[in-house]
């Protein structure tokens, strides 16, 4: 089993920036692709971005594509997704979620998510 706990969310203006860490607990993180996804009201739970067990290699859905990244560092077992030029419509509750092996864009394809954290973005 791992467990996700993800942090970071927050209120912020547009064009603002904020930074989300994700932290898993148990010993085989850098086994598991790691995903984002984002789900606003009344919406259905949307893909974001994606990494590969060793980080160098990284997708994303186009409309965060250039100002969204996603990195991880395997030897805090934590994924981020560090969000520039933040738009109103980014405002959603966050999720980060993990497979193994290989990342997919959707959301059905992950064993292990997170709670979630808010992110609203005004403007």
């Known amino acids: 089993q791992v467990q996700l706990v993800e942090s970071g969310g927050g209120?912020?203006?547009a064009g603002g920036s904020l930074r989300l860490s994700c932290t898993a607990s148990g010993r085989t993180f850098s086994s598991y692709a790691m995903g984002w996804f984002r789900q606003a009201p009344g919406k259905e739970r949307e893909f974001v971005a994606t990494v590969?067990?060793?980080?160098d290699s990284t997708y994303y859905a186009d409309s965060v594509k250039g100002r969204f990244i996603i990195s991880r560092d395997n030897t805090k077992n934590t994924v981020y997704l560090q969000m520039n030029s933040l738009k109103p419509e980014d405002t959603a509750v966050y999720y980060c979620a993990g497979r193994w092996f290989v990342a997919k864009a959707t959301p059905g394809e992950y064993?292990?998510?997170?709670?979630?954290?808010q992110v609203t973005v005004s403007s």
């Open 11 to 13: 209120w912020v203006q």
């Open 52 to 55: 590969n067990m060793g980080g």
């Open 111 to 117: 064993d292990y998510w997170g709670q979630g954290t």
